[in-house]
């Protein structure tokens, strides 16, 4: 049986590992590669490397960070921040990213989902979504980091995401990032229902029962936690512990 | 010295990362002296079926491959490791390396997701040594949208997704196949590459 898998998210800038509080209020707390061994250790089943700074030296430094974590942790790796291009793409995959994670560069130019699929294998491309609710009772999608509202739908958007050939998609609620409230259970749902590629499950969570909720209550194949692992509130193997409790299929660390 | 075959598909760092990190030594390559004179062959690949059969065709590394497998060990990983079988139906029907019977066909599975993504728990059908000294309840990270189908007797170890999946196939002899990426499975995939390593005479 499939496990339901838990991603520790590192944001990263400049090199070093940042958590701000619905995008804002930044502050650095430590070196990603050893963020990545830790989790690694505990029992994480795949990492994330968002790259906050998105300028050109930025991009350097982070593919450094991914080169020494692919020699030293042997699971899954994903980049994101700043890709915009197939060339980026590749750069990244070779710097040892198993995968890639885009969101505003999609949303700008989502032929780029179909050709990066297309070139290395839909199993690599990661669409992050950022989305909030509207006054209309649905969901709308934003980018640039929660900053910009595209007025477009987000059912209407994983569907076209999922056909472009997106392997899996990372949804963030910004009604939930950074509340410690629990994951978006009913945008979950939403989003779950309208594709059947793995959705991983993003932004709220900020206890132990947030996970076992996600996974009872949504069809999410993971979830995505960053600030409540870096402050050791709780470590990954508490919450894969606290899962097998509830009889929720997970690997053992 | 192992060969890690170098066909110009996927991501084979992480295979020569992971024998790094475990001191066994190893090369990319694509020289077919190499590939002959190496004491195991290790065959990665992502990527689709035809497109790879035509690389390692054009190439003229299927003889060799087909050759040295039965000389020596040899792990085909995840595309690798469908390419051991006589064909597969991917975009086309496509002969394959014919090194185990059987075919590759896709997971068709309503109600769960396509491609197979994830870590799943590795259930042994028939012991080998590869899996020397893993855990009963040993999970492992699979990324695939195709499934060998084949004979019980070439499954050492499947998963269950809807269906049965082969996880681990094996000709019986040297060849070993594994559907997963044991460079990316954490220690229970190390271990399952320093089995592999231990079979070098």
Wanted: contains cysteine.
């Amino acid at each position: 049986m499939l496990a339901k898998r838990i991603i520790p998210c590192l944001d990263v800038r400049n090199g070093k590992v940042v958590k701000g509080v619905k995008f804002e209020g930044i502050k650095d707390v430590g070196d990603p590669v050893k963020y990545a061994e830790e989790y690694n250790k505990q029992g994480a089943d795949e990492l994330v490397f968002y790259d906050i700074t998105a300028s050109h030296e930025g991009r350097g430094v982070i593919l450094d960070v991914v080169r020494e974590t692919a020699r030293k942790v042997f699971v899954p790796l994903t980049v994101g921040g700043g890709i915009s291009t197939i060339e980026d793409f590749r750069e990244t995959l070779r710097a040892g990213a198993d995968k890639v994670s885009i969101n505003s560069s999609a949303v700008k130019n989502p032929s780029l989902i179909k050709e990066a699929s297309d070139i290395f294998g839909s199993q690599c491309v990661v669409v992050g979504i950022d989305a909030k609710r509207n006054a209309e009772g649905r969901f709308s999608v934003y980018i640039n980091g929660g900053r910009i509202d595209m007025k477009l739908d987000l059912i209407e958007w994983v569907k076209k995401v999922e056909e472009l050939g997106a392997g899996e998609i990372c949804l963030n609620s910004i009604d939930t990032d950074g509340t410690k409230e629990g994951f978006d259970i009913e945008m979950l749902n939403a989003v779950c229902e309208a594709v059947k590629i793995p959705v991983i499950a993003s932004g709220g969570c900020g206890k132990l029962e947030d996970f076992s909720e996600v996974f009872e209550k949504t069809k999410a194949s993971a979830a995505l936690a960053a600030s409540m692992f870096h402050f050791k509130e709780v470590t990954v193997a508490e919450v894969k512990e606290h899962l097998k409790k509830k009889n929720i299929p997970v690997r053992e660390g | 010295m192992i060969a890690i075959i170098d066909y110009g598909a996927g991501n084979i760092f992480s295979v020569k990362n992971a024998l790094d990190y475990l001191g066994l030594e190893s090369k990319l390559t694509s020289d077919k002296q190499e590939i002959r004179n190496a004491d195991a062959l290790i065959l990665p690949g992502v990527g689709a079926f035809p497109s790879a059969m035509k690389m390692l065709n054009d190439s003229g590394l299927t003889e060799i491959i087909k050759t040295e497998a039965v000389n020596k060990p040899f792990l085909g990983i995840c595309l690798g490791m469908q390419l051991m079988f006589e064909k597969g139906y991917e975009i086309e029907e496509c002969a394959g390396l014919g090194l185990i019977s059987g075919s590759v066909e896709r997971i068709v599975e309503q109600d769960l997701s396509v491609p197979h993504m994830g870590w799943n728990m590795l259930e042994v059908l028939n012991d080998c040594e590869l899996l020397n000294g893993l855990d009963a309840e040993s999970y492992v990270y699979f990324v695939h949208s195709y499934k060998a189908v084949c004979d019980d007797k070439n499954i050492s170890a499947f998963c269950e997704y809807g269906s049965r999946i082969p996880a681990l196939a094996y000709d019986g002899k040297m060849a070993y196949g594994a559907q997963f990426h044991p460079e990316k499975s954490g220690d229970t995939g190390l271990r399952i590459l320093r089995n592999f390593g231990g079979l070098i005479k």
